[in-house]
């Protein structure tokens, strides 16, 4: 919880500094390959995570990994050092990229299908999203063959669940009845 906080405040700062240097996209853009490469490197993530590795061998090889950082990044790096909270790096990205979706109303939803997401079903789901949101929306897919077909949408704290076991599940309730 605690690491959580941590990293918000951070998010915010760092957010803070690129809005005052009118640079929010492109560090935006970094943290969502420093999020990417912590996500897709096992290797990169236990190097963060480790105690036993100096922090200034840390600052510099995060220096080295992403040399075309934004110098609000690289200040992050440097406050991270100076904290000694390198393990926070991840969480951070990935509180900064939902503060600048936030800003710039740009709102993420969850469309889980059981199979990938078709052109045909993507209109579905954002002419339902219209209904009940006026925000810019972009669609995360989750595959889930448990749902045999249609979706879940979730967005925020609002779930629309169009899904085949959803609906096999009210009419066994209701024969049960």
């Known amino acids: 919880m605690a690491g959580t906080r941590a990293a918000i405040r951070y998010a915010k700062a760092i957010l803070d500094i690129a809005k005052e240097?009118?640079?929010?996209?492109?560090?935006n853009a970094d943290m969502t390959s420093i999020v990417n490469a912590i996500k897709d490197s096992a290797e990169l993530k236990e190097f963060l995570l480790s105690p036993v590795v100096k922090g200034e061998i840390k600052f510099s090889s995060?220096?080295?990994?992403?040399?075309?950082a934004q110098k609000e990044t690289k200040s992050l790096f440097q406050l991270l050092l100076v904290n000694k909270r390198?393990?926070?790096l991840q969480d951070v990205?990935?509180?900064?990229?939902?503060?600048h979706d936030e800003l710039n109303g740009i709102e993420?939803?969850?469309?889980?299908?059981?199979?990938?997401?078709?052109?045909e079903l993507e209109a579905?789901?954002?002419a339902k999203i219209a209904t009940f949101s006026n925000k810019n929306i972009t669609i995360q897919n989750i595959v889930d063959p448990a749902i045999i077909g249609g979706?879940?949408?979730?967005?925020?704290?609002?779930?629309?669940?169009?899904?085949?076991?959803?609906?096999?599940?009210?009419?066994k309730r209701e024969f049960s009845n």
């Open 62 to 68: 995060v220096t080295e990994i992403f040399a075309s």
């Open 124 to 126: 579905k789901v954002l």
């Open 21 to 27: 240097n009118n640079n929010t996209p492109a560090v």
């Open 108 to 119: 993420t939803a969850l469309v889980t299908t059981a199979f990938p997401i078709s052109p």
């Open 86 to 88: 390198f393990e926070l």
């Open 151 to 171: 979706f879940i949408l979730r967005m925020g704290d609002k779930q629309y669940n169009a899904s085949v076991a959803n609906r096999l599940q009210n009419l």
């Open 93 to 99: 990205a990935l509180q900064y990229n939902a503060l």
